[in-house]
């Protein structure tokens, strides 16, 4: 079982920038697919971005261009910059494990974290 801890959330100002970590414990990161979702208030889980064990990355529409999803095999880290943030990026935001193939679905992902709370005031 793999623990994952998320840190780095908070508050900020339309516009400004956080960067999400999220630390993995055990000797097999690098095996895994990472992924980062979030929960807004009132709605689904949705996914935010993955990133392969070779480092291709992917996004959802609504956070490209903003958001960078990197990872840092020798620290077991995964790691969200968020840039011109939105109030509608509010959200509980999730790290996750993949030790399958490339998947955007949180249902296919093995282990989740407590989550750290995004809120973007307008």
């Known amino acids: 079982q793999v623990q994952l801890v998320e840190s780095g959330g908070g508050l900020v100002q339309a516009g400004g920038s956080l960067r999400l970590s999220c630390s993995a414990s055990?000797?097999?990161?690098?095996?895994?697919?990472m992924g980062w979702f979030r929960r807004a208030p009132g709605k689904e889980r949705e996914f935010v971005a993955l990133?392969?064990?070779?480092?291709?990355?992917t996004y959802t529409d609504s956070v490209k261009g903003r958001f960078t999803i990197s990872r840092d095999n020798a620290k077991n880290t995964v790691y969200l910059q968020m840039n011109r943030l939105k109030p509608e990026d509010t959200a509980v935001y999730y790290c996750?494990?993949?030790?399958?193939?490339?998947?955007?679905?949180?249902?296919?992902?093995?282990?989740w974290g407590q989550g750290t709370q995004v809120t973007v005031s307008s």
């Open positions: 990133i392969t064990r070779t480092g291709f990355s």
């Open positions: 055990g000797r097999t990161f690098s095996n895994y697919y």
């Open positions: 996750a494990t993949r030790t399958g193939s490339y998947s955007q679905a949180g249902y296919d992902y093995d282990n």
